[in-house]
């Protein structure tokens, strides 16, 4: 393959590169039945200072996507990534224990931000499209008790804001407003509209 050339099927439909190694971002995409292969990109993710959150994952968005535009042989690349904002704390993937029980403390009886960059670079169409999606999303109030059985499930490790809303820590949202797939990893009809914007069939 030349990198001149796109990747598509029998009806011309464009498989995508996903510069991610999340399983839930492949799993969302998998259900919206949008075709991909994974290039998980390595970039540095720390925050600039006074950078606002979501200039914030819109940069990561775009550094994730250009660190795998030159394997990608031509095919657009999807990128994303996703922080939790709970008045003025951001939160990504927690260290470790200690720091998950941390994050979950500060959600607790609060609503919170759940903000995630999402970058198409297309280089065959119109370049490079970013857009950044924000849910609001109500957690109860959670006793000490709650928070270290869940912390022990081993749940929050490598999730934004040390929760999986999708998982065991869905029975303590109580509230939510904006896209579900977001609160996951990847605001699937954002990434649709990308595409549709970019001129990629992918359906």
């Not at 119109?126 to 928070?147: C, P």
């Amino acid at each position: 393959m030349d990198g001149n050339h796109v990747e598509e099927d029998s009806i011309g439909r464009v498989r995508l590169i996903l510069a991610s190694a999340s399983p839930r971002r492949a799993d969302l995409l998998r259900a919206a039945a949008i075709e991909f292969d994974v290039i998980p990109a390595d970039v540095d993710e720390s925050r600039r200072p006074d950078e606002w959150p979501d200039a914030y994952v819109a940069r990561l968005a775009e550094a994730k996507a250009a660190a795998v535009l030159d394997r990608a042989a031509g095919r657009p690349v999807l990128a994303a990534d996703t922080v939790v904002v709970c008045g003025t704390d951001i939160l990504g993937k927690p260290s470790d224990a200690a720091d998950a029980k941390r994050m979950l403390e500060l959600l607790s009886g609060r609503t919170h931000l759940v903000l995630t960059g999402v970058c198409l670079v297309a280089p065959q169409a119109s370049g490079r499209h970013t857009d950044v999606a924000s849910t609001a999303v109500e957690f109860a109030h959670l006793t000490d008790e709650e928070i270290n059985w869940y912390v022990a499930s081993g749940e929050p490790e490598g999730k934004a804001g040390a929760y999986a809303i999708q998982g065991l820590a869905s029975r303590f949202v109580t509230a939510i407003s904006g896209s579900y797939t977001n609160v996951v990893g990847l605001p699937v009809g954002v990434v649709y509209n990308l595409c549709k914007n970019a001129g990629i069939l992918i359906s």
